[in-house]
């Protein structure tokens, strides 16, 4: 897999992927996003902004990305992958090495619900608490 930083020009895959009815009931907004306003949305935080998102790569396309929001502690962490891939390793793969790129505190808040997420977080340095996930840079 190839982890790069996320380009405008993967804005629309990052959709898709976020946008499949897996991924949006783990999310905090449920709700399916347009094209126009992920756009504008995307931009402002991850070409214009502070905030960082990468993606990672296999035969030449993005089959998950990972996102760095800029928070009180340090970066809140989202990762989301294409459902072709879940379940090999690659979403743990993709979280443990860009959370050693970006630097300061990295924290995750994930559903109860969400045990595979728990479980991707765990395995990449995370560790709980109070439902927060916090990254000890293992």
């Not at 998102?53 to 990305?65: A, F, H, N, T």
């Not at 993709?94 to 109860?112: E, F, H, R, T, W």
Request: aromatic residues 8%; proline residues 1%.
């Amino acid at each position: 897999m190839i982890i790069r930083k996320a380009t405008i020009m993967d804005a629309e895959t990052i959709l898709d992927i976020r946008n499949h009815p897996t991924s949006r009931a783990m999310s905090d907004n449920t709700s399916k996003i347009s094209l126009e306003n992920h756009l504008v949305w995307f931009k402002k935080h991850y070409i214009d902004g502070e905030d960082t998102c990468y993606v990672g790569e296999l035969d030449g396309r993005v089959i998950g990305y990972c996102r760095f929001d800029k928070c009180e502690e340090g970066h809140e962490v989202s990762i989301a992958m294409a459902l072709e891939v879940r379940g090999q390793g690659l979403g743990r793969k993709l979280l443990k090495d860009v959370c050693n790129l970006v630097q300061g505190d990295k924290v995750a808040s994930i559903k109860p619900d969400n045990i595979a997420s728990m479980k991707i977080f765990q395995n990449a340095g995370f560790t709980e608490r109070l439902r927060i996930y916090k990254w000890s840079g293992k």
